[in-house]
C-alpha cells in the first residue's frame, strides 16, 4: 500500500524539525510534491478522469496515466520519463501533452 503523512510545526522547534526529518523518506517527499504539483498545474475538477502515477529509478523518473472525456467517450494514455534532475519539467511535459489531447474533447 501507499500512504503518506504530513507533518507541521513550528519553524523555531529544532527538536521536533529534526524528529520529522528522520520519518521522511526524500523519495516519497519528491512523489508527493510532484502529484501536488500536477494537481495545482493541471486544472482540471473532479469532473475530469485523470489517473498518474509517478515512479522513480536510479537516476531518472517516469510519469505515466491517463485522461478520459467527462462522458468517458475518448480515452488517452501517455508516459513520460526524463532524468531525475530535470523531475518538474518531465512532469510539466507530461501535463501539457494530457491538457492539449483534454482541448480536443471539450
Known sequence: GQGVISLECRKK???I???????????QQLVSKLHVKLLEE???D????LGAY?????????ISGFVASPDLEHFFEHQNEGPLDASE???AS???VI???????V
Open 46 to 49: 473532479c469532473r475530469d478522469p
Open 94 to 96: 507530461w501535463i501539457e
Open 99 to 105: 491538457k492539449n489531447q483534454r482541448k480536443q474533447w
Open 17 to 27: 524539525t529534526q524528529l520529522c526529518k528522520q520519518l521522511t523518506a526524500p523519495e
Open 13 to 15: 522547534d529544532q527538536e
Open 89 to 91: 519539467q518531465v512532469v
Open 54 to 62: 509517478v515512479s522513480l529509478g536510479a537516476d531518472r523518473l517516469c
Open 42 to 44: 493541471i486544472g482540471f
